[in-house]
């Protein structure tokens, strides 16, 4: 269910988003004019994707009146903290995105089924689509914050590879695939494909996303 409240007039025009406003260089997102349609049937196991734990999850604050009235929640993104008035149940993308106008991060499906929306949140995956505001008390780092300069071992394979045809999931699957190689340096196949089932790339790119993470771990070095 998309998110409703006094700001849901912009949120129901969020598949809008022109290339203008939506792109990223860093990222290496080519952005298109509206969200993806049905997802490839390739690499689609658990859709919700990862879950992050309980300990992840606790208010930062407690109010009685949840979803009815604005409040301030201090959030740290990509190292620096920031300050929101916000509805409690008001959903990480729509901060990042609408809020603090960091538009590397995808809005796709809307349900945690897609994986475009995908940002860490204490070092793990989560789909920021699903992460309501007031449930957040860990860092959270967006692509943006992957790299200064495109220089991560993965923006650099992702490139060496040309992994991005429309690239409006790419920036979902990189932030997976970096929480995949703190956990596992060196991952199997196996170990990419159970990390990245979540994340649906409408142009089939997986075969691609596999050997860049391969070369990511590599050190950009081919096998």
């Known amino acids: 269910m998309l998110f409703r409240s006094r700001h849901a ?8 988003t022109t290339a203008s406003e939506d792109s990223c260089q860093g990222c290496l997102v080519s952005t298109i004019s509206r969200p993806p349609g049905p997802p490839h049937n390739s690499m689609i196991r658990n859709l919700a994707g ?18 009815v009235d604005d409040m301030a929640y201090k959030v740290t993104i990509n190292g620096q903290s920031h300050t929101v008035d916000v509805p409690a149940e ?4 729509w901060v ?7 538009k590397g991060t995808k809005f796709g499906c809307g349900i945690g089924a897609c994986g475009a929306c995908t940002v860490q949140l204490g070092g793990r995956p989560v789909r920021a689509c ?7 008390n860990a860092e959270v780092t967006t692509i943006e914050g992957l790299s200064a ?20 999931c ?7 695939a970096a929480a995949l190689l703190v956990n596992k340096p060196k991952p199997t196949d196996a170990d990419i494909d159970a990390a990245m ?8 790119t997986y075969l691609r996303i596999r050997e860049a993470i391969h070369l990511a771990a590599n050190g950009g070095r081919k096998a």
């Open 9 to 16: 007039d912009q949120y129901t025009s969020q598949s809008q």
């Open 50 to 67: 990862p879950q992050i734990g309980d300990n992840l999850l606790k208010p930062l604050v407690n109010h009685p009146d949840q979803g």
């Open 90 to 93: 008001m959903p990480l993308l």
């Open 96 to 102: 990042l995105r609408d809020v603090l106008k960091m």
């Open 130 to 136: 699903q992460t309501q505001i007031s449930r957040v």
């Open 149 to 168: 300069n495109g220089t991560h071992p993965l923006q650099k394979a992702w490139l060496d590879l040309d992994v991005p045809q429309c690239g409006y």
């Open 170 to 176: 790419q920036a979902g699957q990189l932030m997976s």
């Open 197 to 204: 089932s979540g994340n649906v790339c409408r142009c089939g």
